[in-house]
């Protein structure tokens, strides 16, 4: 059984592994957020020239994906839109997950250092979005922006003009602009600088947001308002790219923008929102999005569900080998006490960081060093896996500290291995005591699953914020995200409770009770 299963993983990874390296050479992979309208967002067809999202059944359109488009037939090949977030598209390029970053990014001096850029595709315009009934509404200069509290984009060079405005409060920068905006409209902030043509966008979709240009505006440099493509520093095709973005004129340019701003997704009218409340506005997004949201929780059980499980047999192993008794043996000696050190460090680093670093490093770093090109869900359960690892084997030697030595001597008594006494003695009482504690486990990871969306893992946060950047209603989105959280945790509780009660039952006794009644009515 163990054979075939490792049989069955192994076909499937190789599997994968051909499935990755078809896709490599037929399509041109293009890196971007698909978050960030007029320049890319998501939709749910592909009508006006939307082009299909890996490993999904959406489409991503907008200037990007245009440009992508004709850069894409300009090299004989098919463009594949790889969804990643922000701070993974640099990561992502340079371990060869995708062929290129088409993103709104800017070729910062920072950024060359470590890939390449082609020639400029747009020149943005750095303006600042604001409420439409805020005191900043009607600012005709920066200075008249003093005392406000002002966000952007994290690692993009809009965050530090912010510095610009006399007397700002400059709030730390945020992930993408879907956070700046709920940030927005929830008055956490009073504005924050974007590039016109997002702030067009917010301002067209969102009748609360109000787009602001100032004179004189921000001191920009070309580096910073220049839109390239990134490349990896070693692609021979820069002058190919180069001269297909060379056939584009900037009045094709503005003409271009100008259509994908009246083609972004935008929410629903003054009118409509008048007659609905916020229950049916709720409703509205679940019953036209429920196939995406319940898609994504199925990706989120599937990693939960095996992680925990592999997590679980992990923490058994080594619970087991750490409560092994030492080798009098020199040699085994030496090998027991050089396993135990290296199981403290694993367990050491993977309850000592972060499971989003750990994402990153796992998933974009291997392929980078290593050029190991792990299939997105695959690496998710495996970091997963290892991290609950990590966790079990502490809660596992506790749980084996908490059987009585008494037992462990009787076994010994009995003539009984230290793996006998383990498998029928000690482990099936082990794994009643550590329950409760797997089952929180289980329920953590049900919850840290969302951030896997950094190594663009589909789950259920992850479409939940698409969702909420094609309806632009955010609060009702993630109140929809948040119950679907609950109810899935609160399932699990419930199962688990279950299966402790079920554990729990003395059968035994209440049997032996009733044939001594038996015995005493004859």
């Known amino acids: 059984m163990k054979k075939l299963c490792l049989t069955i993983l192994a076909s499937l990874a190789l599997t994968l592994g051909l499935v990755s390296q078809v896709q490599a050479d037929e399509y041109l992979r293009i890196g971007m957020e698909a978050a960030y309208a007029p320049f890319n967002w998501t939709q749910d067809d592909d009508s006006n020239g939307a082009v299909k999202i890996d490993g999904t059944n959406q489409y991503a359109n907008g200037y990007d994906v245009q440009i992508a488009k004709k850069i894409a037939k300009d090299l ?34 920072e950024r060359k250092q470590e890939i390449a850029f082609s020639s400029s595709y747009y020149t ?18 920066l200075e008249d922006f003093s005392g406000a509290k002002i966000t952007s984009q994290q690692g993009v060079y809009l965050y530090d003009l912010i510095s610009q405005i006399p007397g700002v409060k400059k709030e730390t920068a945020m992930g993408d602009f879907a956070q700046m905006r709920q940030a927005l409209e929830a ?17 067209a979709a969102n009748s609360k947001f109000k787009m602001v240009q100032v004179e004189p505006g921000f001191k920009t ?39 994908m701003i009246q083609e972004q997704p935008a929410e629903a009218t003054a009118t409509e929102e008048s007659s609905s409340n916020f229950f049916s506005q709720v409703a509205k997004i679940l019953s036209e999005n429920w196939q995406q949201l319940l898609r994504g929780a199925g990706v989120t059980l599937l990693i939960s569900i095996i992680g925990t499980i592999v997590g679980l047999i992990i923490g058994l ?31 050491e680093i993977f309850r000592g960081t972060p499971m989003i670093v750990q994402s990153m490093v796992i998933y974009y770093g291997t392929a980078q060093a290593f050029g190991i090109n792990l299939d997105r869900t695959l690496a998710a359960i495996f970091i997963v896996s290892i991290n609950t690892g990590a966790y079990m084997t502490e809660i596992v030697r506790g749980g084996i500290l908490a059987v009585d030595k008494g037992q ?11 793996n006998q006494t383990m498998r029928k003695i000690v482990l099936p009482q082990v794994i009643r005591n550590i ?48 119950v679907i959280y609950f109810v899935l945790t609160f399932t699990v509780t419930r199962v688990l409770r279950f299966i402790e009660r079920y554990m729990d039952m003395d059968t035994y006794t209440t049997g032996a009770n009733q044939m001594q009644t038996g015995d005493l009515k004859k």
């Open 76 to 109: 004989g090949k098919e463009p594949l839109v790889v969804k990643t977030k922000w701070e993974g598209l640099v990561p992502a390029l340079t371990s060869g997950k995708i062929d290129m970053i088409i993103a709104g990014m800017s070729p910062t001096a």
């Open 124 to 141: 943005s315009e750095p303006v600042l979005l604001v409420k439409k009934d805020s005191a900043y509404a009607n600012a005709k200069s």
């Open 187 to 203: 008055g956490v902030i009073d504005a924050y600088v974007s590039e016109r043509p997002e702030a067009l966008t917010a301002e």
């Open 221 to 259: 440099g070309e580096e910073d308002t220049a839109i390239a493509i990134g490349l990896r520093k070693d692609d021979s095709r820069i002058s190919q790219i180069n001269a297909s973005i060379e056939t584009i004129s900037k009045d094709e340019q503005v003409a271009l923008m100008d259509r």
């Open 317 to 347: 192993a080594i619970g087991v080998f750490r409560t092994a008794p030492l080798s009098e043996n020199k040699a085994i000696y030496g090998l027991q006490k050089l396993v135990g050190w290296i199981l403290n460090v694993y367990i």
């Open 408 to 418: 462990f001597e009787a076994a010994t008594a009995l003539g009984m291995t230290h």
């Open 435 to 482: 329950l409760p504690a797997t089952g929180n486990e289980f329920v953590i990871n049900i919850k840290d699953t969302s951030v896997l969306n950094v190594i663009s893992v589909v789950e259920l946060y992850f479409s939940g914020n698409t969702v909420a950047t094609q309806t632009y209603q955010y609060f009702q989105t993630f109140t929809i995200i948040a």
